[in-house]
């Protein structure tokens, strides 16, 4: 067994018993990560100075200083959060010669934690996508079967803990862009309550619903990295002031486990259902308490996401203008011509169509129609899920209504969006949320059970996931 087929915290424990290095396990997963990077492409850019970093861990090692749990850990970066003296491109044309002056927040956190950080994980373009396949620099295959997408738009960052390219992996979460390839990869993805984790440095795609996200192997590795970045950060005016502790239980028993019946009445893959079914039904076998709850918005919830995050997104890209930084065309004749030509030659095809869609649904005329008819179901969808959580601790849902998706497919917008359908409520309302892995489906494609809690209650998130880790869910082999 290699050491990058251990888990994060296996291997924190292994390398204070000096049965290995921080150098080691950096270089065993440098070799992985590189193998698989022609079949995989789960990396846009590999970090030079990370063996350094991995030596300053064992320098302290060897100095008897006390080690973090995530010390010497080879941790995956998705390329929409800055670090410092590194190529941060949003897998786009517009930003493929751009290198951060600055760290974003939890990248600080990481280097001061004494993490490895090993690379950059490739990603849809501006995280706008759900197969990894709309960037610059190609698509992210499924490690389990690389005819299928990885999922998105963090494809790179779940694929990469996959297959052992690293233990460790930060994504970004808009409307289910941790969860969805996490569930698609087989691992763990947690999505934090909104302003649990600062977004500074995590460049813009929808301010009101961007987070950034933990990616593990398992609840507990995935949990030790979520509380290393749920720090409060003065430059992020959105944070709380609530933080998660150090405590997993992992207990089910009287956990009341909500089960929403407009979720479950929409379409989904047969295996999708059995697997997510089975998992509710271990968990009350093992003591939670099942519920049926109705959240009657939660399936136009769709609907309006895509029109508020298209909305901000035309307005966050607008910055993008060919003159401060990215992507220029050349060959312009005039400033309106530099600016129409930078922008259609450094834009994909999905960032343009979201960038045109929010611009429509803000223009005069249309506004009232649509952007302020979104905002008001985003509000009538909060308080819904207020009084669910009146009745409930939890609710359980499927992560994707789909184990896999087949690469190279066309594929219609409409139908590509409407898959959203269960991680974007919660996206919507700014809850916590986990995938963990709970069966496969025929062709052997991970399932993943999506765990949901109220706002702020991300540590009971965790405990649950934790708890029907411990009872035998979880596992993916």
């Given at each position: 067994?290699k050491?990058c087929?251990h888990t994060?915290?296996e291997?924190?424990?292994?390398?204070r018993?000096?049965?290995?290095?921080a150098?080691?396990?950096?270089?065993?997963?440098?070799?992985?990560?590189?193998e698989?990077?022609d079949?995989?492409n789960?990396?846009?850019?590999?970090?030079?100075e990370?063996?350094k970093?991995a030596?300053?861990?064992?320098?302290?090692?060897?100095d008897?200083?006390?080690?973090?749990?995530?010390?010497?850990?080879?941790i995956?970066?998705?390329d929409?959060i800055?670090?410092?003296?590194?190529?941060?491109?949003c897998?786009?044309?517009?930003?493929s010669?751009?290198?951060?002056?600055?760290d974003?927040?939890?990248?600080?956190r990481l280097?001061?934690a004494?993490?490895?950080i090993?690379g950059?994980?490739?990603?849809?373009?501006?995280?706008?996508?759900?197969a990894s396949?709309?960037?610059y620099?190609?698509?992210?295959?499924?490690?389990v079967?690389?005819s299928y997408?990885?999922?998105?738009?963090?494809?790179?960052?779940?694929?990469s803990i996959?297959?052992?390219?690293?233990?460790l992996a930060?994504?970004?979460?808009t409307?289910?862009?941790v969860r969805q390839?996490?569930?698609?990869?087989?691992v763990?993805g947690?999505?934090?309550?909104y302003?649990?984790?600062?977004?500074?440095?995590?460049?813009?795609?929808?301010?009101?619903?961007?987070?950034i996200g933990?990616?593990?192997?398992?609840v507990?590795?995935?949990?030790?990295?979520?509380?290393?970045?749920?720090?409060?950060?003065?430059k992020d005016?959105?944070?709380s002031?609530?933080f998660c502790?150090?405590n997993?239980?992992?207990?089910?028993?009287?956990?009341?486990?909500?089960?929403?019946?407009?979720?479950f009445?929409?379409?989904?893959?047969?295996?999708?259902r059995?697997?997510?079914?089975?998992?509710?039904?271990?968990m009350e076998k093992?003591?939670?308490?099942?519920?049926?709850?109705?959240?009657?918005?939660?399936?136009?919830?769709?609907?309006?996401?895509?029109?508020i995050s298209?909305?901000e997104?035309?307005?966050?890209l607008?910055?993008?203008?060919?003159?401060r930084?990215?992507?220029?065309?050349?060959?312009?004749g005039?400033?309106?011509?530099?600016y129409?030509?930078s922008?259609?030659e450094?834009?994909?095809?999905?960032?343009?169509?979201r960038?045109?869609?929010?611009?429509?649904?803000?223009?005069?005329?249309?506004c009232?129609d649509?952007?302020?008819?979104?905002?008001?179901?985003?509000?009538?969808?909060?308080?819904?899920?207020?009084?669910?959580?009146?009745?409930c601790?939890i609710?359980?849902a499927?992560v994707?209504p789909?184990?896999?998706?087949?690469?190279?497919?066309s594929k219609?917008?409409?139908?590509?969006y409407s898959?959203?359908?269960?991680?974007?409520?919660?996206?919507m309302?700014?809850?916590?949320s986990?995938?963990i892995?709970c069966g496969?489906?025929?062709?052997g494609?991970?399932?993943g059970?999506?765990?949901?809690?109220?706002r702020f209650?991300?540590?009971?998130v965790?405990?649950?996931a934790?708890?029907?880790?411990?009872?035998?869910?979880?596992?993916?082999?």
């Open positions: 067994m050491l087929d994060a915290l291997l924190a424990e292994m390398l018993k000096r049965q290995c290095s150098k080691e396990i950096y270089l065993d997963t440098l070799q992985r990560a590189k698989k990077q079949s995989i789960a990396y846009i850019t590999f970090n030079d990370a063996e970093a030596e300053a861990v064992d320098n302290m090692l060897a008897g200083k006390e080690l973090t749990l995530i010390a010497g850990i080879p995956a970066v998705k929409n800055s670090t410092k003296g590194l190529r941060t491109t897998a786009s044309k517009m930003l010669d751009y290198i951060s002056p600055y974003a927040f939890a990248v600080e280097k001061s004494g993490a490895v090993i950059k994980s490739n990603m849809d373009e501006f995280a706008m996508g759900s396949d709309t960037g620099y190609g698509a992210v295959r499924n490690p079967n690389t997408s990885a999922g998105g738009s963090s494809g790179g960052s779940a694929a996959s297959y052992g390219g690293a233990l930060l994504g970004s979460d409307g289910g862009s390839p996490a569930s698609l990869c087989g763990v947690f999505c934090p309550s302003g649990a984790v600062s977004r500074y440095g995590l460049i813009a795609f929808a301010s009101s619903l961007d987070r933990a990616i593990g192997r398992t507990s590795d995935t949990f030790i990295l979520h509380n290393i970045i749920n720090v409060a950060d003065p005016v959105t944070m002031d609530i502790s150090f997993l239980k992992g207990e089910l028993k009287g956990v009341k486990v909500g089960v929403v019946k407009e979720l009445d929409c379409f989904m893959d047969d295996d999708v059995s697997s997510v079914m089975a998992a509710i039904k271990l093992n003591g939670a308490v099942i519920k049926e709850i109705s959240i009657p918005s939660i399936r136009s919830a769709v609907n309006a996401y895509y029109i298209s909305a997104a035309s307005s966050n607008a910055r993008y203008d060919g003159i930084y990215g992507y220029r065309s050349d060959g312009s005039s400033l309106a011509e530099m129409r030509k922008r259609s450094g834009f994909g095809t999905e960032v343009k169509r960038i045109m869609l929010g611009t429509f649904v803000l223009s005069e005329g249309f009232d649509y952007y302020k008819r979104a905002a008001a179901l985003r509000r009538r969808l909060c308080a819904e899920f207020n009084e669910a959580f009146e009745q601790d609710i359980a499927p994707y789909q184990a896999g998706i087949k690469l190279g497919e219609d917008p409409i139908d590509v898959a959203d359908v269960f991680t974007v409520p919660s996206s309302a700014g809850l916590p986990i995938s892995p496969k489906n025929k062709e494609l991970p399932v059970l999506q765990l949901i809690g109220n209650c991300d540590n009971m965790f405990d649950a934790y708890g029907y880790e411990l009872v035998g869910g979880g596992i993916n082999d």
